[in-house]
């Protein structure tokens, strides 16, 4: 008996270690039975948000998409990551610290509040690249390039200062408090306090939140990758959080694979605008931070909110329409059209449930939805372009382009060309740059003068075309086409 008893208690004992053990690997408690691997830490009262609920601006919006819920099936555990490319992610080391780990690795880029299981984006990202123990990063490769979709963050190297503003997102939910809870995207505001080899912060984390990238408040590019936490008094709570800095991590990624931090990011695809992260990127409150319409018709499901002004920046044709369309009795709203030096162009304030202008000539130009009195409201954007109006196809009808303004265009189909002017008062050096994709379609750059010489052209195989010349005073035109078959989308800068 006394035996018994002895073995019971070493039993107890097992048991408790056993959960121990579970606790610290922040067990969850949700249908899939993952467990997590960080001791990431809440800390002071919990003040993360769903993205969904959060109010944020164009940048953390963006920012958001690229984030995703990383299921490691090797070791039923999940982890957070990001994509720093169309197609490649990042995530801790402790996470996929060998090819083994990676091997069945589902990446879920909409796992956010209000989506259903039955309509996650999943994609395959097991292909393994890189890892680095001490730097706690590794690289996967995922199929289908979810960054066509989702878009990519920027890579930072600054060396930032304590106090400044920072932002993690993440997959989490409180599942000390709520074992059944959903780990759906979150955004946790906080500091950098303070720095030794580690950026360290107190946003707030938990296990499972290994491999968030770290964005600063102001350049909302990734300063660090989280990985740690510091002082876990039980229950996931704690006084600091760790982060690799990114300088760091992007010295070896240069090193070894160049050609994956040479890639831009873009808007990402349309979508519907009320489904967390199958939305299109949100519209800016500001001339400088506008939502980029790149492609024709344009349609966008949003909220205003009270006393905001929601911008979208677009090059259009002469009979181009803007339309918001919303329910009055909800909340008046009107819309404006400024021309790219920001004076006013046309206006619409009817007390109707929709708001309609007409472009009266094609050029460069700025939608701003806005609130009679402050009104908030829900609203539909749709911008179409008239196909049977002029537009710049000819030599005539040539857009305006202007040094330092970024101009979007698109050659829709084989032999069509794109025509801008310019005009130097004085002898200059200026540069010309066509930025596009030569995988979807190769486009060449021509410049002529008024005469019809071609002074100076591009014709190469990259995704970019450069002119860096001369210019003596005289007006010119910039010729933009697609080589052989090639069409698509571009920007266009004068600088």
């Known amino acids: 008996m006394e035996k018994n008893t002895h073995n ?16 610290s690997c922040s067990k969850e408690a949700d249908d899939s039975n993952t467990k997590t691997i960080s001791g990431s830490v809440i800390i002071g009262t919990k003040d993360w948000q769903s993205i969904v609920d959060a109010d944020l601006n164009a940048e953390q919006d963006y920012n958001a998409k690229a984030v995703a819920d990383i299921r490691i099936p090797v070791m039923r555990t999940r982890c957070t990551g990001f994509l720093i490319s169309k197609n490649i992610l990042m995530t801790n080391n402790h996470c996929i610290p ?7 690795v589902t990446a879920i880029f909409n796992h956010v509040k209000g989506v259903p299981k039955e309509e996650y984006r999943r994609y395959d990202c097991s292909e393994f690249i890189h890892t680095d123990r001490t730097l706690d990063f590794s690289l996967l490769r995922c199929q289908e390039s979810p960054g066509l979709d989702f878009g990519f963050v920027q890579l930072d190297s600054t060396d930032y200062s304590p106090g400044d503003s920072i932002y993690v997102i993440h997959q989490n939910c409180d599942y000390y408090t709520n074992r059944r809870c959903d780990f759906h995207k979150k955004i946790s505001f906080g500091k950098l306090v303070r720095k030794d080899r580690d950026f360290i912060h107190n946003a707030d984390t938990l296990g499972g939140s290994s491999g968030s990238p770290v964005f600063h408040g102001d350049s909302h590019k990734v300063m660090a990758i989280h990985h740690a936490g510091r002082g876990n008094i039980g229950r996931g709570r704690g006084y600091e959080n760790l982060a690799v800095p990114m300088s760091l991590i992007m010295n070896v990624v240069n090193n070894l694979y160049p050609e994956i931090l040479s890639e ?3 808007d990402v695809s349309n979508g519907d605008n009320n489904r967390g992260d199958v939305r299109v990127k949100g519209p800016g409150h500001d001339f400088k931070s506008a939502l980029k319409i790149q492609s024709f018709p344009f349609q966008l ?11 979208f920046e677009l090059v259009a044709q002469t009979g181009a329409e803007v339309k918001i369309t919303f329910s009055h009795a909800d909340g008046d709203l009107d819309l404006a059209i400024y021309d790219e030096a920001g004076k006013l162009v046309a206006k619409s304030e009817t007390l109707q449930d929709k708001e309609v202008i007409t472009m009266p000539r094609g050029g460069h130009y700025f939608a701003v939805v ?26 005539k009808n040539a857009l305006p382009l202007k040094k330092g303004k970024l101009v979007l265009g698109k050659i829709n189909a084989v032999g069509e060309k794109r025509f801008y002017s310019f005009t130097v008062d004085e002898e200059l050096r200026l540069g010309i740059k066509l930025d596009f994709k030569h995988n979807e379609g190769d486009l ?24 860096s010349t001369i210019f003596q005073k005289g007006e010119y035109d910039v010729i933009v086409k697609g080589y052989e078959e090639g069409i698509g989308k571009f920007t266009l800068e004068l600088y």
């Open 264 to 266: 831009e990011p873009s």
């Open 8 to 23: 019971y208690g070493r039993f107890k004992v097992l048991i408790f270690i056993f959960l121990m053990l579970n606790l």
């Open 444 to 467: 060449d750059l021509f410049v002529i003068d008024d005469r019809g010489s071609i002074i100076a052209k591009s014709e190469g195989y990259t995704d970019q075309e450069m002119i």
């Open 301 to 311: 499901k949003a909220g205003l909110k009270s006393n905001i002004k929601d911008y």
């Open 370 to 395: 806005y609130g009679y009195a402050g009104a908030s409201n829900d609203y539909e954007l749709l911008v179409t372009k008239n196909r049977n109006d002029i537009n710049n196809t000819t030599l």
């Open 98 to 104: 060998s090819p083994r780990y990676a091997k069945g």
